[in-house]
């Protein structure tokens, strides 16, 4: 088989609609190689970088509440700094850079999941909303 490791995707793909930050940034523990009273960090297998999770909110009216959030993780040396509030939203919309899906199956629920990783968090590089312009071609607002 041709697939070997993380699967490339853009955001748009994962996020067609946008997503927002709903939580702190945290650093992801290594479970198996931590003992009681000694952390270990997470490091990316290929990378070697520090891997880091954000759980954000997808912002696509269709998805089911209970699948609203999700974590992803994004590998950086250092902590990544979520981008400032925009005035009259709740929350801080984001998006990712070098964005990666890998399939899993879910222990709790025996179903198909993907973890999402990315290197780079950032402001959304477009606000604009395309509207109708009179000659009917799309316009930003």
């Not at 009681?36 to 954000?54: C, F, I, M, P, S």
């Not at 290197?119 to 606000?127: D, E, F, L, N, Q």
Request: hydrophobic letters at 45%.
């Amino acid at each position: 088989m041709a697939i070997q490791g993380p699967i490339p995707v853009r955001f748009e793909q994962v996020f067609p609609h946008g997503c927002f930050v709903v939580g702190e940034v945290e650093q992801v523990k290594d479970f198996d190689a931590s003992s009681k009273g000694r952390t270990v960090y997470a490091k990316d297998k290929n990378t070697g970088e520090l891997v880091w999770q954000v759980a954000v909110m997808d912002a696509d009216p269709t998805v089911k509440a209970g699948q609203k959030t999700v974590s992803v993780k994004i590998l950086s040396p250092v902590q990544p700094v979520v981008p400032a509030a925009l005035p009259g939203l709740p929350f801080v919309p984001v998006e990712f850079d070098g964005m990666t899906a890998t399939a899993y199956v879910a222990q709790n629920t025996g179903r198909l999941a993907w973890s999402i990783r990315a290197t780079a968090m950032h402001s959304p590089r477009s606000t604009a909303v395309p509207v109708k312009a009179s000659a009917g071609k799309d316009v930003a607002a």
